[in-house]
């Protein structure tokens, strides 16, 4: 009884175009970052770059990214690039993979049979009846049996990490659990046991960004969600994210910006509480 209720406190699956989803903000998939709950990615077309596990690696059409909640990652596509994704609360019955994957799809019959499951997921969402959640559960049930039998094909198993992506996705982690704490990048090669510039040269290599690269991005979304999508005071967003003063905020996100904090809630409108529901 107490799973069941669990289970019904949790926001519901969604399912939506990536445009749909970011409301034509890029920065909500361009800068690194991670989310509460787990996502499959379907690129249906263009190409791009793709930040998961540490390193970055081309991603393209046909692609079907899976990124378990709290996963550092950052999605970059050019502006004729397509997909779709669904966004699975933490915590479902839903059977999915722990680790993070990319799957770069060649078989037709797996392209298909991927296709038409968001096809008809889709279709539930624009066209809503009684037990519409019931059947969005199903569909995506099967979005992860179709997931973990890819997942286990011998072409799509994970390639070796090097020492450099292997420190690389160790900092991800750390900056996941650690980025409103205040903390210094090398305050983090200090907890990781390597000097700053070994941490920087080795997330460079893995990722193409330094270390602090990688930290401020996190800080920064995590800025621009709490000013958008909340009414918490300036000042209590920067305690929160730990900024040293509401001033230091506030140079921090004209650096990264171009706008004020308060100028940058108000530029988001109303559209800000419409995206909090869907993410």
């Not at 998939?29 to 787990?38: G, K, Q, V």
């Amino acid at each position: 009884m107490i799973k069941a209720n669990n289970v019904m406190s949790l926001p519901p699956i969604h399912v939506s175009t990536l445009s749909q989803w970011t409301g034509g903000q890029d920065w909500r998939l361009t800068l690194a970052h991670d989310r509460p709950a787990h996502l499959l990615i379907w690129i249906t077309r263009g190409q791009g770059r793709l930040l998961l596990n540490g390193t970055r690696r081309g991603v393209g059409t046909n692609n079907a990214i899976s990124v378990p909640p709290h996963t550092l990652f950052a999605l970059d596509l050019g502006r004729q690039s397509m997909g779709q994704v669904v966004v699975i609360p933490d915590g479902t019955d839903v059977r999915l993979p722990t680790g993070p994957r990319q799957l770069r799809l060649r078989d037709n019959t797996a392209i298909s049979e991927l296709a038409a499951l968001f096809e008809v997921a889709q279709r539930e969402v624009s066209h809503p009846r009684p037990l519409s959640q019931d059947a969005m559960d199903a569909h995506v049930a099967l979005m992860s049996v179709w997931l973990r039998r890819q997942i286990a094909e011998p072409e799509h198993l994970p390639l070796a990490m090097n020492a450099a992506a292997r420190l690389s996705a160790a900092f991800c982690a750390r900056v996941v659990d650690h980025h409103r704490e205040g903390l210094s990048m090398a305050d983090h090669a200090a907890a990781l046991d390597v000097t700053p510039t070994h941490l920087t040269r080795a997330c460079k290599a893995a990722t193409g960004k330094t270390a602090a690269d990688l930290l401020t991005e996190r800080v920064l979304y995590a800025a621009r969600v709490a000013l958008i999508e909340t009414t918490v005071p300036v000042q209590d967003v920067a305690r929160h994210l730990g900024f040293g003063s509401a001033a230091y905020f506030t140079r921090f996100m004209q650096q990264h910006t171009g706008q004020t904090p308060t100028a940058l809630r108000r530029s988001a409108g109303p559209e800000g509480n419409t995206l909090r529901r869907q993410n």
